[in-house]
T-cell receptor, first 117, second 114 residues
Framework: SAVISQKPSRDICQRGTSLTIQCQVDSQVTMMFWYRQQPGQSLTLIATANQGSEATYESGFVIDKFPISRPNLTFSTLTVSNMSPEDSSIYLC??????????????FGSGTRLTVV | GDSVTQMEGPVTLSEEAFLTINCTYTATGYPSLFWYVQYPGEGLQLLLK?????DKGSNKGFEATYRKETTSFHLEKGSVQVSDSAVYFCALLYSGAGSYQLTFGKGTKLSVIP
């Protein structure tokens, strides 16, 4: 399976600012997913990012608030824009290996714990 | 839509105790079911999976059986260890065409004390 390096692991940010989270994968992956895990809640999918195309956002998430880049098959960023305390969550990236439709192909980053003050 | 409900935590057990974490689901069609584990400071790791009714997934002493009649996928372990302390997530993947989105439960935190 792929290995993901996600950073930063945690950050404390001022409201109104933006934070960019990076995920670097050690192999080429077809799909990358960005999730949010609010305190006491399950993981909620924010968007799916495929290389070479616009990210697909889930209901309740918009590109202006969570712009995503996917410049190549091993890297993606998620930006949390104009932050408010309600954005305090853990953000995780996940990948599905290129050419793999196997359910074993999902790999997760270690997460970014964001606190907005 | 698809959803997963798992028992509320936290769960605290003594070492060598029996563990059950309940998970039920609602889904259209015939989903695949998973248990993921998140150790402190690490990402989610696939613990076990089952892709059809009556399948039993097992790994590291953990087991879960896909029960279509009760729409359940309860996680069990006969004798937990301190190293099993982690957050456990039940998840499903609807095996529809072009669907790759995992739906997760809220997670259950397990603490095992010596």
């Amino acid at each position: 399976s792929a290995v993901i390096s996600q950073k930063p692991s945690r950050d404390i940010c001022q409201r109104g600012t933006s934070l960019t989270i990076q995920c670097q994968v050690d192999s080429q992956v077809t799909m990358m997913f960005w999730y949010r895990q609010q305190p006491g809640q399950s993981l909620t999918l924010i968007a799916t990012a495929n290389q070479g195309s616009e990210a697909t956002y889930e209901s309740g998430f918009v590109i202006d608030k969570f712009p995503i880049s996917r410049p190549n098959l091993t890297f993606s960023t998620l930006t949390v824009s104009n932050m408010s305390p309600e954005d305090s969550s853990i953000y995780l990236c996940s990948t599905l290996l290129a050419g793999s439709l196997s359910h074993n192909g999902y790999t997760f980053g270690s997460g970014t714990r964001l606190t907005v003050v | 839509g698809d959803s997963v409900t798992q028992m509320e935590g936290p769960v605290t057990l003594s070492e060598e105790a029996f563990l059950t974490i309940n998970c039920t689901y609602t889904a259209t069609g015939y989903p695949s079911l998973f248990w993921y584990v998140q150790y402190p400071g690490e990402g989610l790791q696939l613990l076990l999976k089952a892709t059809k009714a009556d399948d039993k997934g097992s790994n590291k002493g953990f087991e879960a059986t896909y029960r279509k009649e009760t729409t359940s996928f309860h996680l069990e372990k006969g004798s937990v260890q301190v190293s099993d302390s982690a957050v456990y997530f039940c998840a499903l993947l609807y095996s529809g065409a072009g669907s790759y989105q995992l739906t997760f439960g809220k997670g259950t935190k397990l603490s095992v004390i010596p």
